[in-house]
């Protein structure tokens, strides 16, 4: 099925989180739990994911399966994606992850944070060039602290996970 909307995926993923005492047809659960595999596989989920992530109406369960699929696709497609669509998402989660008033212990803060270092394995330096001010600036000037602990958060999992990636090539070691 190549028919994702977002009201579909949202429908998909309201079934699958109906509470079990609702007695709800497991055919319905099953159908639904299928579309949602789907669309994390498609060609338009990683951007029909990042409008659900970002916009403020969606609830955190419907945002936390979004990031989910962006989170999921992205060591597959990112490369793949057109310049201009992943510099659009990338921003998009980057003001999501700035603005966002979640703990940094929250599961949709350290999926957005996962996803945040996923991109930047992939993109810093050549192609993600302002990544620089983040890690080099003084974050003590930050006044919200819930920010600057995102910050904190996202720096210290960029740097723990450069060793492990097989993205991060000898001549990109060398920048770092």
């Known amino acids: 099925m190549d028919d994702f909307t977002i009201d579909t995926i949202l429908n998909a993923i309201n079934i699958v989180n109906t509470p079990a005492n609702q007695n709800q047809d497991q055919s319905l659960i099953q159908n639904a739990l299928s579309y949602l595999e789907q669309w994390t596989y498609s060609e338009n989920g990683i951007f029909l994911a990042t409008q659900i992530l970002v916009d403020p109406n969606f609830s955190p369960t419907h945002k936390f399966y979004a990031a989910t699929l962006i989170k999921t696709q992205i060591p597959s497609i990112w490369g793949k994606i057109p310049k201009e669509a992943r510099v659009s998402i990338r921003n998009q ?57 995102h910050y904190f958060s996202f720096i210290g999992q960029f740097i723990s996970s450069i060793d492990m990636s097989k993205l991060i090539t000898p001549k990109r070691i060398q920048f770092l």
């Open 93 to 149: 989660v980057f003001d999501f992850f700035k603005y966002v008033a979640l703990d940094e212990n929250h599961p949709l803060f350290n999926m957005i944070v996962d996803i945040l270092v996923n991109i930047a394995l992939f993109e810093f330096p050549d192609e993600w060039p302002d990544l620089n001010l983040i890690f080099f600036s003084n974050l003590s000037n930050i006044d919200n602290e819930l920010e600057r602990a």
